[in-house]
Structures are given as C-alpha cells and as structure tokens.
C-alpha cells in the first residue's frame, strides 16, 4: 500500500512538472515598433515632438516559436496599437490599445495568445479596449520590413545595417517592451485608421526614424 502511495505521489509530480514544462515554452520571434514621434534625431527635432508628439505606438510580435496554455503560437504575427493622453515614453496610466490577432489562427490561438499578451504584456498595453481578428502579413527582405493589417494598418520600414551604424546620444527612446539586439528604423509609409476602435489615426509619407527592430522572448 505504501509503495502505490509513493508511486502515485511520484506520477502526479512527474506530471505537473511536464505541464509546467509545456506552459513555460518561451515565446521568441521578431519584433518591430513604430513611434509617433522620432526616435533617433537631433534634440531640437526631438524637444519639439515630445510634448505634443509620441501619444500612439505600433507593436508587432512575429512570433516564430514557442508556446502558451499548450497551444502552440509558431508562425502567428500579433499587432496591438497603443494610445495614451501624453507621450508614451512618460504616461504608463491612461494608455489603451487593441489587439489584432490573425485570421489564419485558430479559436484557440487566438485565445492563447490574447491570454498570453494579458499576463505577460498589461503594463505596456493598458486598457485593452478591443481584440479583433483582421488578415495580417508580416514580410521581411533583407533590412526591409512590410506589415499589414487589413485595410487597417499599413507600415513599409527599413532599419539601419546595425545597432553601431546609429549615435547612441541620439537616441532618445527606448522600445516600450523588453527586446534583444533593438536597432533603430526608418519606416517609409506608416498609415492607421480604425474607428470603430480608438479614436485615433494617422497617415505618414516619408521617411521618419521613428521604428525599433530586434528580438523578442517571453517567459
């Protein structure tokens, strides 16, 4: 009798520390954000924008592998589109956003991974107002980077060969998220209109260093 106690006591551990095994899959991938102000520039270019400038973001995860409540996310690209009442860089209380989960994922992907930016991203989205399902594409050539979403969001950005190839004093953000090998980008058209959702949107043409490229992992 004791030795099927111990041997029953011994299968449950063995299988909670396989289920914990699964859940803590680190999510990796790449990652891009883009700024309504610029990251990268001269301080008077930067000083003017920062009062007025620098309310609404764009995240995007291409998340590449791994994991979350045991469901795979390998091959999903997630957008949250972040606002707040002053520049983000400074105001972490009134920011809201939504969520954009591919329409190529499934049921339970889709609630993975909303779960999955809940717990591990809430500090960075705010309020999440919204989760829409929209047809996202992520394509990357090179140092070159085409997101969209729907007819929603347009982003074309371009960023520089390498972190060195940028003056550290001249950057004046930080990506909002924790991110690996962050190098400075210049997006090329960079367009937003969603009004069912935030009462935001914009429509950039020319080049602005106003993008973050790098890697992600999320345990």
Known sequence: MKKNLIFTALALLAAIGMAFAVQATPVQGEYLEARAASVYIGACHFGAEFVEGGKE??????????????????????????TAQDNLAIDTETRKSVLYVDVNATAQQRTAVTHLMQTKRAAILGKLVATKVAPITFKKDSTKYDVQVGEILTLTANRYPCAGCTQPHQIWYK????????IVGKSDT?????KDTLPVMWSQGGQEN????GSFTIR
């Open 57 to 82: 973001a764009t995240l995007i995860w291409n998340i590449q592998s791994g994991s979350w409540d045991n469901v795979s996310l390998a091959g999903l690209t997630v957008v949250a589109i972040v």
């Open 210 to 213: 106003n993008v973050f490229v």
């Open 190 to 194: 960079y367009r937003y209109k969603d």
């Open 175 to 182: 990506p909002l998220t924790d991110i690996q090998n962050a």
